[in-house]
């Protein structure tokens, strides 16, 4: 293997990774650099990667814990750790990532990480962005900065109600926003590792910003995601067939443009739920 070469894809967030073959069997030390790479980059590419599934196992084995499989995605043939979603073609299924998010926040201890490795993706349409929340934060007037200190929000499952009543009715609802419904975290958060201050509100789960009223609340929320969502605080990438994406979902949001159907995509990902290199 040849030494890993490095390429910025934008000053926000963002880097290209390159002369790594992680069907290869990597050491430990490898995965060391990855892992060094991800936390600069907070999303990072590894392109011409035909990987095994044995292979996206144990690179997301490398950084932490995996998730349990899905309670409503598919699994791969054979591999339960990896989510299978399509799109598309015969599917007859359509994405609902097409919004701002970071992942299931709406629980009380979000995942680490997502790596996702594209199969089979259209031949126009279908990018993904990232947003870096910690450049977002640093953007803030001084002023915004301190009227956030100690504001709390409430997560809400939001559009999961949908995939629920369709899977199990009202009953399986039900017992999921008894289980896993809200949650409330902090409006501004400190990296476990890099020690970056980040933005913690998305538009996909975040409803209500606790000890203020509702409509003021709302005000400084809006305001928040309109900020959020600035191009100057994103990376967009146009999927390759084989390409392994990896983005540390504590410090980032994505949002998965639907613009490809009815043309046929298909991603593996696995969902890393802790970081076993962050300090306890």
Same mark, same amino acid.
């Given at each position: 293997?040849?030494a890993?070469?490095?390429?910025?894809l934008?000053p926000?967030?963002g880097?290209?990774?390159?002369?790594?073959d992680?069907?290869?069997?990597?050491d430990?030390?490898?995965?060391?650099e990855?892992y060094?790479i991800?936390?600069?980059g907070?999303v990072i590419?590894?392109?011409?990667?035909n990987l095994t599934?044995e292979?996206h196992v144990?690179l997301?084995?490398?950084?932490?814990e995996?998730?349990?499989p $899905?309670?409503?995605y598919?699994?791969v043939?054979d591999?339960?750790?990896?989510?299978?979603?399509?799109?598309?073609?015969?599917?007859?299924?359509v994405p609902d990532?097409d919004v701002? $998010?970071t *992942?299931?926040?709406f629980?009380?201890d979000?995942p680490?990480?997502?790596?996702l490795?594209?199969?089979?993706?259209?031949?126009?349409?279908?990018?993904?962005l990232?947003?870096?929340m910690?450049?977002?934060?640093?953007a803030l007037?001084?002023?915004m900065?301190?009227l956030l200190?100690?504001?709390?929000?409430?997560?809400?499952?939001?559009?999961?109600?949908n995939?629920?009543?369709a899977?199990g009715?009202?009953a399986?609802?039900?017992?999921?926003?008894?289980s896993?419904?809200q949650?409330?975290h902090?409006?501004?958060?400190?990296?476990?590792?890099?020690g970056?201050?980040?933005?913690?509100?998305n538009?996909?789960?975040?409803?209500?910003?606790?000890d203020?009223?509702?409509?003021e609340?709302?005000?400084?929320?809006a305001y928040?995601? *309109?900020?959020i969502?600035?191009p100057e605080?994103?990376?967009?990438?146009k999927w390759?067939p084989?390409?392994?994406?990896m983005w540390?979902?504590?410090i980032?949001? $994505?949002?998965a443009?639907?613009?490809?159907?009815?043309?046929?995509r298909r991603?593996?990902?696995?969902?890393v739920?802790n970081?076993?290199?962050a300090?306890?």
């Amino acid at each position: 293997m040849s030494a890993l070469t490095t390429r910025r894809l934008t000053p926000a967030l963002g880097i290209e990774i390159r002369g790594i073959d992680l069907n290869d069997s990597p050491d430990e030390s490898v995965f060391d650099e990855l892992y060094r790479i991800l936390m600069d980059g907070q999303v990072i590419f590894m392109p011409q990667q035909n990987l095994t599934p044995e292979a996206h196992v144990r690179l997301a084995r490398s950084f932490g814990e995996i998730s349990a499989p $899905h309670h409503i995605y598919p699994h791969v043939d054979d591999a339960p750790e990896i989510v299978l979603l399509e799109n598309g073609g015969d599917t007859g299924a359509v994405p609902d990532t097409d919004v701002w $998010h970071t *992942d299931l926040t709406f629980t009380t201890d979000p995942p680490f990480a997502s790596i996702l490795h594209s199969r089979v993706v259209p031949e126009t349409g279908g990018d993904t962005l990232w947003a870096s929340m910690s450049a977002a934060y640093d953007a803030l007037p001084d002023d915004m900065k301190q009227l956030l200190e100690g504001i709390k929000a409430v997560h809400d499952m939001g559009s999961f109600r949908n995939q629920y009543i369709a899977e199990g009715g009202e009953a399986l609802l039900n017992e999921k926003m008894a289980s896993v419904g809200q949650a409330v975290h902090p409006v501004v958060r400190t990296h476990p590792v890099t020690g970056a201050r980040y933005l913690y509100v998305n538009r996909g789960f975040t409803f209500h910003i606790l000890d203020q009223s509702t409509s003021e609340g709302q005000r400084l929320l809006a305001y928040l995601l *309109d900020h959020i969502e600035q191009p100057e605080f994103q990376v967009r990438h146009k999927w390759e067939p084989d390409t392994v994406a990896m983005w540390d979902n504590r410090i980032t949001q $994505h949002y998965a443009v639907n613009d490809y159907l009815p043309a046929y995509r298909r991603m593996h990902r696995i969902t890393v739920v802790n970081d076993r290199r962050a300090p306890a």
